[in-house]
């Protein structure tokens, strides 16, 4: 029986890593190419495609048969990053030296938790992280760990600052639980941070109404006289800033915090300084844009998704710190996995994560960066905000568009004055569902708009304004 179930399974024998490359061929060879962003396939269909596919059989089907038909079936109806209309989101196409690792990654399939699961590993991963921490001018002694992406990311940084602050009281708060004084606790963040802040507060026990939400200025920045001001008040009614969250790139408009003067306020009243530069952190690697992340080497936390502007598949994300003993707070004694008796270099990541079980996702980054090496990767990432500023120009001189604030990143924000939400929700969502183009759709402040988002480097002017001409079609088929 057990010789039956020898092909079931990734083995390191020669035949068995010809079955794997057998079988990725196969997977590959029936994937259909595709030139829309999406197939046109209704939601509907969609959700009856997958309630007709027998996904637990009494018997086992042959390993060809199954990969064929998720190719041809499943993966046919993505959407694909790659194309140069998918400009809605943060969703970058990736790779081709990262897309290989992940067969690698899954093939080998270690577990980042303790050394004797992932052993060289575990080194390469520091590497990467010791690397980027330089990169975005952390101290030496910074270093950092994987996370599953950049909302991971901030709750492990803001449960640092938690932990720091209890710290401060004396108080040990993973042993003993949230002192009396946490009802008083702050965090502070501009207006425009991501959801995953309140997020963090609430599963911490904080509560959302702990943070605090500071206003910003006419480019979606966090305004520091409405910091200081935020500041005041929060002393005034005995609360206490234990955190404070600079953005370097917001969601919808790239906004990047005035990082520099909110380091120098989080220092000044003890506060945490935590950087969510999920999407910006890149920007670290080019010379031509590295000043826009001023300050950002005095954080005491920084988030960073590979899996944005770093072109990695999901997911990859890290989170850096400044000073490593800080991640002590969080270490708990595990018999199996953290003894604390190991050989010199024997190194247990798992007192620095949140998760237990983690994948060697550090390898598809390696790989990808080795490839590009950093001056065409700023080449890249310069490209892309090239574009968005282009995209700005093109829109501001269109009769029908009004951009909203001009670029700091890779992503453009824009009305059509004179036509109402239901007419732009409308246009995004026909061209989803024709496969045209995935277009992004937000709100600001009160005005709904339409949003391109430049993860392609591929793309080019052109097709910039072939994106504002596709869109400015489909507006026009509604009444203003």
């Not at 209890?166 to 004084?181: A, F, Q, T």
Request: with cysteine; charged share 25%.
């Amino acid at each position: 029986m057990v010789d039956a179930w020898r092909d079931l399974f990734v083995r390191s024998d020669l035949e068995g890593l010809r079955a794997l490359e057998d079988a990725t061929s196969v997977a590959l060879r029936s994937l259909n190419p595709s030139t829309r962003a999406r197939s046109a396939v209704a939601a509907t269909e969609l959700r009856a495609i997958a309630q007709r596919l027998p996904i637990f059989p009494d018997e086992g089907l042959d390993v060809s048969e199954v990969l064929k038909e998720q190719s041809e079936k499943v993966f046919s109806h993505s959407v694909w990053p790659h194309h140069v209309a998918t400009v809605a989101h943060l969703h970058p196409p990736v790779t081709v030296a990262s897309a290989a690792s992940e067969v690698l990654i899954a093939a080998a399939n270690q577990s980042m938790d303790s050394f004797d699961q992932a052993p060289l590993a575990t080194h390469i991963e520091l590497a990467l992280l010791d690397t980027v921490a330089r990169l975005l001018g952390l101290p030496s002694g910074a270093t950092g760990i994987m996370t599953s992406g950049g909302t991971a990311s901030n709750l492990l940084g803001l449960t640092l600052a938690r932990a720091v602050a209890g710290r401060h009281l004396g108080h040990d708060v993973g042993r003993d639980g949230l002192p009396d004084e946490a009802r008083r606790w702050r965090f502070l963040c501009s207006d425009q941070a991501h959801f995953s802040v309140e997020r963090a507060a609430a599963q911490l026990g904080l509560g959302r109404q702990s943070v605090v939400r500071v206003m910003t200025d006419d480019h979606r920045r966090l305004d520091l006289r409405a910091l200081d001001h935020a500041l005041d008040e929060v002393s005034r009614v005995g609360d206490v800033p234990v955190a404070i969250v600079g953005t370097a790139g917001t969601t919808d408009l790239g906004a990047i915090d005035p990082l520099a003067g909110i380091a120098e306020r989080a220092h000044r009243v003890g506060a945490w300084f935590h950087v969510d530069a999920a999407v910006a952190g890149a920007f670290a690697v080019s010379p031509v844009l590295r000043s826009r992340l001023a300050g950002l080497g005095d954080a005491d936390s920084v988030t960073v998704d590979f899996h944005k502007l770093w072109w990695q598949p999901f997911n990859a994300s890290a989170l850096l710190v400044r000073d490593e003993s800080t991640f002590d707070i969080l270490r708990v004694a595990s018999s199996y996995l953290d003894r604390g008796d190991e050989l010199d270099g024997m190194v247990n990541l798992v007192g620095r994560s949140l998760d237990t079980s983690r994948r060697f996702d550090a390898a598809k980054v390696v790989a990808s960066l080795r490839v590009l090496g950093r001056r065409q990767f700023s080449a890249m990432l310069e490209h892309l905000c090239d574009l968005a500023s282009f995209a700005y120009q093109v829109l501001d001189e269109h009769p029908l568009f009004a951009p909203i604030v001009s670029p700091e990143g890779v992503t453009v924000v824009f009305d059509a004055p004179g036509y109402d939400s239901d007419t732009l929700r409308r246009v995004q969502q026909d061209l989803l569902q024709r496969g045209d183009m995935i277009l992004g759709r937000t709100v600001i402040g009160d005005r709904p708009a339409l949003k391109f988002t430049f993860m392609n480097p591929l793309t080019t002017s052109d097709d910039v304004r072939h994106l504002v001409d596709a869109v400015a079609l489909e507006v026009a088929r509604f009444p203003a």
